[in-house]
């Protein structure tokens, strides 16, 4: 199964951007997608999730600016960000997940089942 996430780019603060993620196969459609972020020099961090049935979860850092959605027929995941900060620079990388999110001081944690692909690079200018 191969990932490709994509809408990444340059922003001002304040702005939105929307990334999209597809992936071979119907892996997507099976399972609870997420999208991380890393940023440089800190760990890879689930910010948000969406379930088969439609549920999300969101970290709280991201909560009411940030918008996960997902088209089964297209195998496709993607996340509306709104309202950007420079502290959401890093690289975006979805996946499925391989565990249920568990909340924990304002984050969500969860094993991804695939293979990273590549991600995409958002950076927020101040």
């Known amino acids: 199964v191969q990932l490709q996430a994509s809408g990444g780019g340059l922003v001002q603060a304040g702005g939105s951007l929307r990334l999209s993620c597809a992936a071979s196969?119907?892996?997507?459609?099976?399972?609870?997608v997420g999208w991380y972020r890393q940023a440089p020099g800190r760990q890879r961090d689930l910010v948000a999730a969406i379930t088969k049935g439609g549920s999300t979860y969101y970290a709280d850092s991201v909560k009411a600016r940030f918008a996960i959605s997902r088209d089964n027929a297209k195998n496709t995941v993607y996340l509306q960000m709104n309202s950007l900060r420079p502290e959401d620079t890093a690289v975006y990388y979805c996946?499925?997940?391989?565990?249920?999110?568990?909340?924990?001081?304002?984050?969500?944690?969860?094993?991804?089942?695939?293979?990273w692909g590549q991600g995409t690079q958002v950076t927020v200018s101040s």
């Open positions: 196969g119907s892996i997507f459609s099976d399972n609870t």
């Open positions: 996946n499925a997940l391989n565990t249920d999110p568990i909340y924990y001081r304002g984050s969500y944690y969860a094993d991804p089942l695939l293979s």
